[in-house]
Structure formats: structure tokens, C-alpha cells
């Protein structure tokens, strides 16, 4: 199985920029999804960005469209999250979580690999 490892959470303050790492022991195969979950204390866990190894187009939820984006480094088997323009409500647990049958990108149940999260804190 897939191992994950997330890094770069932090604490900030609002407008601030923080960049997510997320390490994976053997990079997928390209029929593989990589999404990027968030959760907040007493909340769901959200899928906040989501890619095709394969294919490749990106899906943003629109809270974070235009303030985040999503890229990778295939020779150190490393995805990234840049986190520009934070707010409060960006606060939470990052986790990166990849799976091979994925039928909704931002559903956290069509996941079986995920790392242990990273926290991100956003004062106001």
C-alpha cells in the first residue's frame, strides 16, 4: 500500500502563505486520483483539490480556487499545495490521500491511501 507523508503546516496569519508537501513512498500509477482533504474541528472532512495522475486536469473546490494550487515533482515522488491568501476558515487538519477507483474526487470513502495530516492555523 501507498504510503503518504504530509509536511509545511503551520501557523499564520490571515493574507499569509504556507506550501504543503505530501511524500509518497511509490508514486501511483497514472489510472491513480491524489486528492488534498481538509478538516476542521467539529466539521466533515472536505476534498479541497483533486487530480489524475493520468489524465491531469484539476478540480478545485471554489472556496479555495484562485488561492491555492496544486503541483508535483515526479523525480522526488512529491506533491505540493501552495497556499496563498489564507484565511481563518482555511484552518484545519491537510491530509493527501490517493486512490485507484474513484468515482467523486472530493469523496473521502473512495480512498484507501492517506497520510497523517498536517495542521494549518490561520489567525485573523
Known amino acids: 500500500q501507498v504510503q503518504l507523508v504530509e509536511s509545511g503546516g503551520g501557523s499564520v496569519q490571515a493574507g499569509g502563505s504556507l506550501r504543503l508537501s505530501c511524500a509518497i513512498s511509490a508514486w501511483p500509477d497514472n489510472n491513480t486520483w491524489m486528492t488534498w482533504f481538509r478538516q476542521a474541528p467539529g466539521k466533515e472532512r472536505e476534498g479541497i483539490v483533486c487530480v489524475n495522475m493520468r489524465s491531469g486536469p484539476i478540480t478545485y473546490r471554489s472556496s479555495v480556487k484562485g488561492r491555492f494550487t496544486i503541483s508535483r515533482d515526479n523525480a522526488k515522488n512529491t506533491v505540493f499545495l501552495q497556499m496563498n491568501s489564507l484565511k481563518p476558515e482555511d484552518s484545519g487538519m491537510y491530509y493527501c490521500?490517493?486512490?485507484?477507483?474513484?468515482?467523486?474526487?472530493?469523496?473521502?470513502?473512495?480512498?484507501?491511501?492517506w497520510g497523517q495530516g498536517t495542521q494549518v492555523t490561520v489567525s485573523s
Open positions: 490521500a490517493t486512490g485507484a477507483r474513484v468515482n467523486n474526487c472530493f469523496r473521502s470513502s473512495d480512498f484507501e491511501s
